[in-house]
């Protein structure tokens, strides 16, 4: 199996896990009636899933492109709920003790370090792929 093909899969689960959390935590948890964040949490899920989608069914020569973008909203959805377990961000502060939490800042900080890894491969000039445990250009 190409490793690209790992790297895809994988950032795919982290941003279908990204979304349900969020979908969740909007529709069940009443997120949806806090000020801003209820939006917010609604748009992640959203992109979440369309991400998660465009990941698995993107020709390769887009896979950097969105594997990149992929990183960027799961490293901002981390970024943005470790702030919240700080500070308040848009006057709401989150707790560790939230539905979810720990799932979520592990899923979100793997899936962005993998997906940032797919990008750097797949934008680099061409397809890596790993063969007998060494890297070699298709």
């Given at each position: 199996?190409?490793?690209?093909?790992?790297?895809?899969?994988?950032?795919?689960?982290?941003?279908?896990?990204?979304?349900?959390?969020?979908?969740?935590?909007?529709?069940?948890?009443?997120?949806?009636?806090?000020?801003?964040?209820?939006?917010?949490?609604?748009?992640?899920?959203?992109?979440?899933?369309?991400?998660?989608?465009?990941?698995?069914?993107?020709?390769?020569?887009?896979?950097?492109?969105?594997?990149?973008?992929?990183?960027?909203?799961?490293?901002?959805?981390?970024?943005?709920?470790?702030?919240?377990?700080q500070?308040?961000?848009?006057?709401?502060?989150?707790?560790?003790?939230?539905?979810?939490?720990?799932?979520?800042?592990?899923?979100?900080?793997?899936?962005?370090?993998?997906?940032?890894?797919?990008?750097?491969?797949?934008?680099?000039?061409?397809?890596t792929?790993?063969?007998?445990?060494?890297?070699?250009?298709?």
């Amino acid at each position: 199996i190409q490793l690209q093909v790992v790297g895809r899969v994988l950032t795919a689960v982290a941003l279908a896990v990204m979304a349900v959390i969020h979908l969740r935590l909007y529709s069940t948890y009443d997120y949806r009636a806090i000020h801003a964040i209820g939006a917010l949490f609604l748009a992640n899920g959203i992109a979440g899933a369309v991400l998660c989608l465009a990941m698995l069914g993107v020709p390769s020569r887009l896979v950097g492109l969105t594997a990149l973008a992929s990183s960027g909203l799961l490293a901002a959805t981390f970024a943005g709920f470790v702030i919240a377990l700080q500070h308040p961000l848009f006057g709401f502060q989150d707790s560790i003790r939230a539905p979810h939490a720990w799932t979520a800042l592990i899923d979100e900080s793997a899936g962005a370090v993998i997906a940032l890894v797919i990008a750097a491969m797949s934008l680099r000039g061409g397809a890596t792929r790993a063969v007998a445990g060494t890297w070699r250009r298709a």
